[in-house]
């Protein structure tokens, strides 16, 4: 079982994204704010990322680069930064402290590769690569570097999952026997991808569809809160083909090395989604149910699991707020480290396999 998940280790998780911090060079001179740049725009949450660092008085996008260039031309006039067509404008440039990577997956590992090379601290949008080889490369060079990094799994930062991690972490579920987790939206139902966002069910260029879109954000809840996962085996298929053969749903069943029994589902073709998690042990019982909380472990006196749990912890800020503010030197929260985004890359990745050979895949 992983230990490593109390809120006082949130703290002393955080040591290593401290140490980088000591040698970051003090951006915000005399009033001046931290320069970054937005280093591919293509990601369905772009907008979302430059209107929050739009917010944010203490940084300035000085930069948008795309290869699409009129897509980087728009975005960089909504919020009032240059254009740049050559990327050794960005990479060359020693004002630009770090970049926010939210191009197509499949362009990942070149601009992550280029991105360390130039010394600039990385938010790179999950996942973080096509594949679970070229994700350890990428995190390797990362964290040999010593530069700042995390990636958008914002369910970390919910405060539900925060109780959940603690209570696991105390013993209070006894010996856990199974956890469920989904993320299902009706994104395929709605066309949510039919124009700007079509690469996202094109698999050749995000290296997923709809399963592994959405399922790495409970798949790294599952592993955050249990650990490291031995085999899984899963069904992952189209349903409306509106995207071709992009699968829009599957289910996976995976084998944890501590025991535990899990099952992930996510897809684009759900109508609602009202029991995004489950956790089952021989001492507690927790689900999620339309947004609330319920638990019930004598060993932690919850013992009316009929009433939603109120004394959740403070929610942490979003993924890239916590970057920015690592970069700015006062991070307090821990950051998502690369070899986690990557070892969720190898576990989707075996997903995927298991599905084509309708079989048990182990875990390298």
Request: net charge neutral; aromatic share 8%; charged share 25%.
């Amino acid at each position: 079982m992983n230990t490593d998940i109390t809120r006082r280790d949130f703290i002393a998780a955080a040591s290593l994204a401290t140490i980088a911090i000591a040698t970051v060079p003090v951006w915000a001179q005399a009033g001046g704010k931290i320069q970054i740049a937005f280093v591919g725009v293509a990601h369905i949450h772009t907008p979302s990322y430059l209107d929050l660092v739009r917010k944010r008085p203490d940084v300035h996008i000085k930069y948008v680069w795309d290869h699409d260039r009129e897509r980087a031309e728009r975005r960089a006039k909504e919020v009032g930064a240059q254009l740049v067509s050559d990327l050794h404008t960005i990479w060359d440039d020693k004002e630009i402290a770090a970049v926010v990577i939210l191009s197509e997956t499949n362009r990942h590992e070149e601009l992550v590769i280029a991105a360390v090379r130039a010394g600039k601290h990385l938010f790179v949008e999950k996942p973080l690569g096509i594949t679970g080889r070229e994700s350890r490369v990428m995190a390797d060079s990362i964290e040999k570097s010593g530069l700042l990094f995390t990636t958008g799994y914002f369910t970390r930062t919910d405060p539900k999952f925060l109780f959940l991690k603690q209570e696991v972490a105390a013993g209070n579920f006894g010996q856990i026997t199974r956890v469920r987790a989904s993320n299902c939206h009706a994104g395929s139902l709605q066309g949510w991808f039919d124009q700007e966002w079509r690469w996202m069910a094109d698999p050749k260029i995000s290296g997923v569809g709809a399963f592994g879109d959405l399922g790495t954000h409970k798949l790294d809840i599952l592993m955050w809160i249990l650990g490291d996962i031995e085999a899984v085996t899963a069904e992952i298929r189209p349903v409306t083909h509106r995207y071709g053969d992009c699968d829009e749903t599957g289910e996976a069943l995976i084998r944890f090395r501590n025991g535990v029994i899990g099952t992930l589902a996510a897809g684009w073709v759900d109508i609602e989604d009202p029991v995004p998690f489950l956790i089952s042990g021989t001492e507690g019982h927790a689900v999620i149910f339309n947004g609330q909380l319920f638990y019930h472990s004598k060993k932690a006196g919850q013992n009316d699991s009929s009433k939603p749990v109120t004394n959740l912890p403070t929610a942490l800020k979003l993924p890239l707020q916590q970057f920015l503010d690592a970069v700015a030197g006062g991070q307090s929260e821990p950051l998502v480290r690369p070899r986690e985004a990557a070892a969720r890359v190898s576990v989707m990745q075996a997903m995927y396999e298991a599905s084509r050979q309708r079989a048990w895949v182990n875990i390298s």
